[in-house]
């Protein structure tokens, strides 16, 4: 490891499904008609898909050492990530030792901070920063988890976002996470409805389980304190990312407003420990969710999980595979993660990031042990028989 050094970073880009979960065929639970900010225009309210959210793709970032070992990751991105990644970030990694990673990190940044701080350029630095994380399990024979602290407890435990938190609950799922499917501009009518759809669904799943509602930035202030309140009857656990995410001094206010006992969440398109100082400091919800493909990689999401630790705040992120499960494997803050319910009818376990991960480890009854986390690196290999396509090959 001591001579170790990084000759070459390749960046491809992948269609259909995968990282970029969004982008799947007709059909599927998650791009039915689920409330978003852009429901207030007819022509873009029953399909997420039509106003481009899979638009980019999955970004595949692959590292190469000089003994012929490749680390690789997969994120959201697609090509103009792709083109970020071998035009600007590669200067910093070729020619490095892959254990210089806080140092890559911090050049990444930093050189990109004039056009970036979040978003794509975020997205395309935690490609990176994931892929040499998995480089240097596999240079060391260790997976990441084992980097970082190692494991903390024997399995991790798991929720369930989809639409049918019922059929979540008899795989062996401790709760359920269920979309919002009426906007604001649907009205009272909408209201009623979408807190219609909160009791038929504690109807099937009784009392006990745990049920949330994703609400995916599609709300204001107003409407989600209301929401909130229609549905107290119904014991949500929590209600997550009600708000814009730049919207810091309304979750500030929102916390203030729910129910005793309902808890705010929100984080997943939130990026660097900057970004989530702003949520701790001004107390605006109970747990942060960030994504590791998206809030600055491994490196950051450590230093994100200190921060929230410090101020005695959950870590649950957004679902990303194993990229967040060896994080939460390692995390006394982290007690539980999310799966995402990629089948088309949330009907079944199957991998989150398929068909771009082989090897991608399931729950099993809601659990996924340890020994499912033990080999090097994050674990898991990319399928090379898609169509892997590289933009900006020099």
């Not at 065929?25 to 309210?45: C, E, F, L, Q, V």
């Not at 260790?142 to 059929?167: C, K, N, W």
Request: hydrophobic content about 40%; charged content about 25%; proline content about 5%.
């Amino acid at each position: 490891m001591a001579s170790a050094k990084i000759v070459d970073i390749r960046a491809f880009v992948l269609r259909g499904g995968g990282a970029d979960y969004h982008d799947q065929s007709d059909g599927h639970w998650i791009d039915d008609n689920i409330a978003t900010p852009m429901s207030k225009y007819p022509d873009y309210r029953k399909s997420r898909r039509s106003f481009g959210i899979n638009a980019l793709g999955t970004l595949v970032v692959e590292i190469e050492s000089d003994d012929g070992t490749i680390g690789f990751a997969v994120t959201t991105g697609g090509e103009p990530a792709a083109y970020i990644v071998e035009k600007h970030l590669s200067r910093f990694v070729i020619g490095q030792n892959p254990a210089n990673i806080e140092l890559i990190w911090d050049q990444m940044y930093f050189s990109t901070q004039y056009y970036g701080r979040k978003g794509l350029v975020i997205n395309a630095i935690s490609g990176v920063d994931l892929a040499l994380w998995d480089l240097l399990g596999r240079l060391r024979q260790e997976p990441v988890h084992a980097m970082i602290g190692g494991a903390v407890r024997d399995e991790i435990q798991f929720y369930a976002t989809g639409s049918r938190p019922d059929l979540a609950k008899q795989m062996g799922f401790i709760g359920g996470k269920m979309p919002l499917r009426h906007a604001p501009i649907e009205g009272d009518e909408g209201m009623r409805q979408a807190v219609d759809d909160i009791g038929e669904m504690r109807g099937r799943v009784g009392a006990d389980f745990w049920l949330m509602l994703d609400c995916w930035m599609a709300l204001d202030l107003d409407y989600a304190t209301r929401l909130a309140h229609s549905a107290a009857e119904y014991g949500l656990k929590w209600i997550e990312e009600a708000l814009s995410p730049d919207d810091y001094w309304g979750y500030q206010d929102l916390k203030k407003a729910v129910p005793a006992g309902m808890l705010v969440t929100t984080g997943e398109h939130e990026a660097t420990r900057w970004g989530f100082r702003m949520l701790l400091e001004m107390d605006c919800c109970d747990i942060i969710q960030p994504d590791v493909g998206w809030c600055g990689g491994l490196t950051e999401l450590l230093k994100i999980s200190a921060l929230a630790d410090s101020h005695g705040k959950l870590v649950i992120p957004h679902g990303s595979s194993v990229y967040s499960y060896h994080f939460v494997i390692s995390r006394h803050n982290s007690p539980f993660a999310e799966f995402l319910m990629m089948a088309p009818g949330a009907d079944k376990v199957v991998p989150m990031f398929s068909p771009q991960l082989q090897g991608e480890p399931v729950p099993e009854k809601g659990r996924l042990s340890v020994s499912a986390l033990e080999k090097p690196g994050f674990g898991v290999e990319l399928d090379r028989s898609l169509n892997l396509f590289r933009p900006y090959n020099p």
